[in-house]
């Protein structure tokens, strides 16, 4: 039926109890069913179900122009027989099939000591009881089982995985967290979890948990509010890869919350500023969410936000930021030490991403860490010193001073202060950055022949970083001379450099100037083992 493989034939079922809404596992895949009964005109009880996966399913939960139950996606359902699907175990079930102690096995630790038997020390810290991680992750829970039995078996634990599992409904997770009085961090991502009908008879259920994954769980976000007043101690919450689009205030409830992950979910762009109520937030994650803007209007360019007051750390890699203008509203931000910007389009005037990211660093002054990297203190002088001389022409056109024009100001409200650390450009330092091009980084060399009168000078174009075995290679096409037979010395009034340091010279100089460099060729015909 509907191609998906199962038997027509076989006897009739008995139809599971409050079957329309639990979670099973089939052909190594998950669905929910969302039908229990006949599919005329076969015999029997079928299960309508939908695929987490809807590349697994054939229809839409119609058949013979019948609809039996809907999907979220036109393919995403299928009909199977009941005793094809697994409706899952209980908590214990699995606990004691993946943490099983081999009677056998504790039997063969044991050591004979007279008359009596001591107990292999490794034993109990092998128990149930003493188990402070459970993972769980792939399983197929689907409650708690015995009341009070978790409590008995596993008491101590403190960090529980049940991700992707055949979990139906939040008061199934209840009735296992309950029993679980040290729990601090919990799992639950890839499942798809029924609202609870009563917030208010589940909050002590949670009333330890610290942290709580919930990624790809197909919530919203006002969904996520609705549950939050489950997680009153809550500190960290990922709910990346969900439907999360436009956020809310969270208000009075995760107020406890120091780190939020945002990530993969097609978020509003200004409704981000609905999170500055969550007072100690410390860590927020909005990488691939598609941001483009970020702005702090209570605050002018150089003052600080009241928003976000505890935001330490934040992460906006691979969005759609283009404009420098949000560097500069990041600047506003009290606390922030930890910025990650990785995969956007934040392009400098000359084209040079190391070049984008001194400005970076120069625009945003208490920062400590970008993308993943300690900024050490040579590096900030370095691009402070070079951002102001980068900008320093704008800044005189601006009037220059300490009262340039307020258009220069919004661009660059970190600029005076820069001066003020270290001191005003001198017009002769300031020089319009050229497009980052191969042809603006190529040096003019010209070669003479200090031992070979009747050669002419040789000059050429070549790129600044290129090696010295590589310069003989050209020097041996051009003379028709063995690289071992030729020495290369640049000099200058004040330098003579042989030829294994002409690369550093030639890097150093090339970092201040556009000359031509003039590099002595000696050809040596008898002694090539003394020369470089």
Known sequence: MGGDGASMGGDDQTEPEDAVGRRVFCDEERATVRY?????????????????????????????????FTCRHPKGGSFVRPEKVSFGVDYLTVVQQLYQIDSEEVLSETISISSKKLKWAGFEERSFESLPTVLLSHSEVNGPGDDGEIRKTTPNVQRLDLSRTLLSCWEDVAAITQQLDKLKELELSNNTLRLPSDLSAHCQAFCSLRVLALSSCDLTWPQILECAPMWPQLEELLVDENNITELQRPEGVLQSLKSLSLCCNPLVQHSVLSLAALPRLEQLYLSNTGLSDIRFDDA????????????QM?????????????????????????????????????????????????????????NSCQIHHDERRGAELDYIKMFGVEWLKAGGGSQPSTEFTWQHPRYLSLIDKYGAPEESELKKPEPFALKNQLLKIEFVFPNDADRKPIEKKLPASMVVQKVKGLLYRLLKVPAADLKLTYTSPKHTCSCYLLPFFIHLIACFYRTVFTVSVFIYSFVPSLCC
């Not at 360019?301 to 928003?307: D, L």
């Open 300 to 311: 002018p360019p150089g003052s600080q936000t009241a928003m976000f007051p505890a935001l």
């Open 36 to 68: 229990v009964g006949p599919v005329p005109p076969t015999a029997g009880l079928w299960l309508g179900v939908e695929w987490d996966n809807p590349e697994r399913g054939k229809h839409d939960g119609s058949h013979e122009g019948v609809q039996y």
């Open 314 to 370: 934040l992460k906006l890699d691979q969005n759609n930021i283009t404009e420098w203008r949000v560097v500069n509203e990041l600047a506003k931000l009290p606390s922030l030490v930890n910025l990650s910007c990785r995969g956007n389009r934040l392009v400098s005037s000359d084209g040079n991403p190391k070049t984008a990211t001194q400005q970076i660093i120069a625009k945003l002054g208490q920062l400590v860490t970008l």
